[in-house]
T-cell receptor, first 112, second 116 residues
Framework: EDQVTQSPEALRLQEGESSSLNCSYT??????LFWYRQDPGKGPEFLFT???AGEEKEKERLKATLTKKESFLHITAPKPEDSATYLC?????????????FGGGTRVLVKP | DTAVSQTPKYLVTQMGNDKSIKCEQN?????MYWYKQDSKKFLKIMFS???????INETVPNRFSPKSPDKAHLNLHINSLELGDSAVYFC???????????????FGPGTRLTVL
């Protein structure tokens, strides 16, 4: 069964203080690894899809990287508007349909 | 324009009641999903439909019954509601695999169900 573990559970940052979020995964074969952002009271919003080890994607202050066992979401010089819960998910090749298995998320708070 | 919409946004009801949550997507997607997010924020797939055909049916009590009248709608009916059903339910949609290079799932705003 596919499994995803995210750490830390919560992260408090000062504005401008860069940090990284970890997503460790176990999957029989990786079809894709996904990062989503979720604001309070809203649905998850797509950020990135990574398909193979060594792949990297960037969007504004966010950069996602992938190895065979884990993914990192790097937040560079964060701003208060980057405060959200960041969710990692995997789709395994044995999973039916387009099933995503999510981790528990990392709650990020960026203080001005 | 709202891509994936759900109604109602909030639902408060008594144990034992039957309730429905409606979902509509205007993205032209073929696949729709229902997820449950519990109090610890874990998001877990419940069902997936592809062109009105059930594809994913996780270990969910049979009190939960999805209904897809057409590929733009996926409703969730819950019978005999229990306290443990309290959660936020999200609808999502996506293109068929291979049609979207990101294989992105688009989520609705969620329905917060509270069972008293």
């Amino acid at each position: 069964e596919d499994q995803v573990t995210q750490s830390p559970e919560a992260l408090r940052l000062q504005e401008g203080e860069s940090s990284s979020l970890n997503c460790s995964y176990t999957v029989s074969g990786l079809r894709g690894l996904f990062w989503y952002r979720q604001d309070p009271g809203k649905g998850p919003e797509f950020l990135f899809t990574l398909y193979s080890a060594g792949e990297e994607k960037e969007k504004e202050r966010l950069k996602a990287t992938l190895t065979k066992k884990e993914s990192f979401l790097h937040i560079t010089a964060p701003k208060p508007e980057d405060s959200a819960t960041y969710l990692c998910a995997v789709a395994g090749i044995k999973a039916a349909g387009n099933k995503l298995t999510f981790g528990g998320g990392t709650r990020v708070l960026v203080k001005p | 324009d709202t891509a994936v919409s759900q109604t109602p946004k909030y639902l408060v009801t008594q144990m034992g009641n039957d309730k429905s949550i409606k979902c509509e997507q205007n993205l032209g997607h073929d696949t729709m999903y229902w997820y449950k997010q519990d109090s610890k924020k874990f998001l877990k797939i419940m069902f997936s439909y592809n062109n009105k055909e059930l594809i994913i049916n996780e270990t969910v009590p049979n009190r939960f019954s999805p209904k897809s009248p057409d590929k733009a709608h996926l409703n969730l009916h819950i019978n005999s509601l229990e306290l443990g059903d309290s959660a936020v339910y999200f609808c999502a949609s996506s293109s068929l695999p291979g049609r979207d290079p990101n294989n992105e799932q688009f989520f609705g705003p969620g329905t917060r169900l509270t069972v008293l």
